[in-house]
């Protein structure tokens, strides 16, 4: 049963800190996704990827914010320095480019920043 | 700024009756829509789409009904089961992959 995962589901961290999150996207995938979901906001798009390459990452705030895939099988987002309003759940998706159908959602990552 | 908007944060329903959720968009260049269901601690799963090209798609108990000049779309669950209660997000995209999504509507389907 393929399916994304992200790791950590949850962290709690003092503001200032880094925050690594990292997504494994659905073998033979070559679209990735990053949304945060807040109660205001909805999900939000931060950043996306095609064959790992960034396409739009016009989502995230830049000075903090960075959102790499050092291979295909691994997505990170890092926010370095963290602050309080960072605190949401961040969620990875994966797709195929030619399908625009559906993207697949990792279980997300819920983040509390102090 | 919100380019899809679900103007009701929840809604409930008496199992049985019919569910009416509604998104409304901003962009006229949106040709694709989607609706997505989740439940509390897992991402969200896609449920059922429509492309522009239609005004009506129907999936079992679902159907999704897309008005053009409105830029309005509505998802309908008839008979609502409790196990429908979740948030629903609706997305709608343009040229290349990228989804906006709603601010989701809470479903409560009571027994």
């Known amino acids: 049963d393929a399916r994304v995962t992200q790791t950590p589901r949850h962290k709690v961290t003092e503001m200032g800190q880094e925050v690594t999150m990292r997504c494994q996207p659905i073998l033979g995938h070559n679209t990735v996704f990053w949304y945060r979901q807040t109660m205001m906001q909805g999900l939000e798009l931060l950043a996306y990827f095609r064959n790992r390459a960034p396409l739009d990452d016009s989502g995230m705030p830049k000075d903090r914010f960075s959102a790499e895939m050092p291979d295909a099988t691994l997505a990170t987002l890092k926010i370095q320095p963290s602050e309080p309003r960072d605190s949401a759940v961040y969620f990875c998706?994966?797709?195929?480019?030619?399908?625009?159908?559906?993207?697949?959602f990792g279980p997300g990552t819920r983040l509390l920043v102090l | 700024d919100q380019q899809v908007k679900q103007n009701s944060p929840s809604l409930s329903v008496q199992e049985g009756r019919i569910s009416i959720l509604n998104c409304d968009y901003t962009?006229?260049?949106?040709?694709?829509f989607l609706w997505y269901k989740k439940y509390p601690a897992e991402g969200p799963t896609f449920l059922i789409s429509i492309s522009s090209i239609k005004d009506k798609n129907e999936d079992g108990r679902f159907t999704v009904f897309l008005n053009k000049s409105a830029k309005h779309l509505s998802l309908h669950i008839v008979p609502s089961q409790p196990g429908d209660s979740a948030v629903y997000f609706c997305?709608?995209?343009?040229?290349?992959?990228?989804?906006?999504f709603g601010t989701g509507t809470s479903l409560t389907v009571i027994p």
């Open positions: 962009n006229s260049m949106f040709d694709y």
């Open positions: 997305a709608a995209s343009g040229a290349g992959n990228q989804f906006y």
């Open positions: 998706a994966s797709g195929t480019w030619s399908d625009r159908e559906t993207q697949y």
